[in-house]
């Protein structure tokens, strides 16, 4: 079965800083990889996909994400983190033919003045 | 466009009670989900519905959850009865064709407390 591992719980940055949150894959073909955000009380909301085209994808807010094979990763980063940044970050890797997501546990992001 | 609207919000029932939920994809969505996220954990799928058929529900807990998408437009999700490890966000969530192409459009989750 296909998962994804998400480490670090909560990470903490000062505004203007580099984020990088991690995400490794397991699969046993190639996957399709996504990363959510959720605001409190809301819903997610798509940033990235990886769909094996280019592996460097750009999503929306300044994000962006590369996949490595070797490494088997699907890191999110961001150059200069701003306050609006602060939520809660999933990774995702779809589940067979479905496009059923099974997603990581998540990363809280802080984002300090 | 409107997105997925979901209600309500909030509900707070006892254990053993029975509770429901609505959901309203976007228009001309095709697939619809459900997914569970207890505190501290990403969202878990329970059941996904392509048009008004089950694709896969092989998490539902199915002695105590069930769903349906009469017309395969809107969805309910009910428990009964409800135990406390039930306690969580229920996620809904569209897209257009269940493909990976097609993103899903999650609402804003109802916040289910069992005491």
């Known amino acids: 079965a296909q998962s994804v591992t998400q480490l670090g719980s909560h990470v903490s940055v000062s505004e203007g800083a580099l984020v990088l949150l991690r995400c490794n894959y397991s699969s046993s073909v190639p996957p399709y990889l996504f990363w959510y955000v959720q605001y409190p009380n809301q819903g997610l909301q798509l940033l990235l996909k990886y769909t094996s085209a280019a592996t460097l994808v750009k999503g929306i807010n300044g994000f962006e994400a590369e996949f490595k094979k070797s490494e088997t990763s699907f890191h999110l980063t961001k150059p200069s983190a701003h306050m609006s940044d602060a939520a809660e970050y999933f990774c995702?890797?779809?589940?067979?033919?479905?496009?059923?997501?099974?997603f990581g546990k998540g990363t809280l992001l802080t984002v300090n003045p | 466009e409107a997105g997925v609207a979901q209600s309500p919000r909030y509900k707070i029932i006892e254990k053993r009670q029975s509770v429901a939920f609505w959901c309203n994809p976007i228009?001309?969505?095709?697939?619809l989900y459900w997914y569970q996220q207890i505190l501290g954990q990403g969202p878990k799928l329970l059941i996904q519905f392509q048009n008004n058929g089950v694709v896969d529900d092989s998490q539902l807990p199915k002695d105590r959850f069930s769903a349906e998408r009469l017309k395969g437009v809107d969805s309910t999700l009910k428990i009964q009865p409800a135990k406390l490890e039930d306690s969580a966000v229920y996620l809904c969530?569209?897209?257009?064709?269940?493909?990976?192409?097609?993103?899903?459009?999650f609402g804003n989750g109802t916040r289910l407390t069992v005491t």
């Open positions: 228009s001309g969505h095709a697939t």
């Open positions: 995702a890797v779809n589940q067979g033919s479905n496009y059923k997501l099974t």
């Open positions: 969530a569209s897209s257009l064709s269940g493909s990976e192409n097609s993103p899903l459009h």
